[in-house]
């Protein structure tokens, strides 16, 4: 069993930065590929970007790419999601997620783990 906890979610105005952390309770979290969804209200869950257990690979959704980050630190068992030039677009409840896999997954019924969501709000 693998519990996550996101945390770093708050209200921006658009254009600004949050990073948003994923700290795992597994010690070997180093063995799941680590993902980023949202959801706005309204809205159905999406892929945000994922990561590689060892973080050598990355995947992101088109309508972030260039402007958030996907990280990781195994030995710190926490992963990362830097957002930059945030968007109103961007408002929803952002969650962490992981999956045991060799591989990125971008589908979210793949992922075995997820956190409780943080809400991530930007403001015009």
């Known amino acids: 069993q693998v519990q996550l906890v996101e945390s770093g979610g708050g209200l921006v105005q658009a254009g600004g930065s949050l990073r948003l952390s994923c700290a795992a309770s597994a010690r070997t979290i180093s063995s799941y590929v680590m993902g980023w969804f949202r959801q706005a209200p309204g809205k159905e869950r999406e892929f945000v970007a994922a990561i590689s257990r060892s973080g050598g690979s990355t995947d992101y959704a088109d309508s972030v790419k260039g402007r958030f980050t996907i990280s990781r630190d195994n030995a710190k068992n926490t992963g990362y999601l830097q957002m930059n030039s945030l968007e109103p677009e961007d408002t929803a409840v952002y969650y962490c997620?992981?999956?045991?896999?060799?591989?990125?997954?971008?589908?979210?019924?793949?992922?075995?783990?997820w956190g409780q969501g943080t809400q991530v709000t930007v403001s015009s």
């Open positions: 997620a992981a999956a045991l896999s060799t591989r990125i997954i971008i589908t979210p019924t793949q992922y075995d783990y």
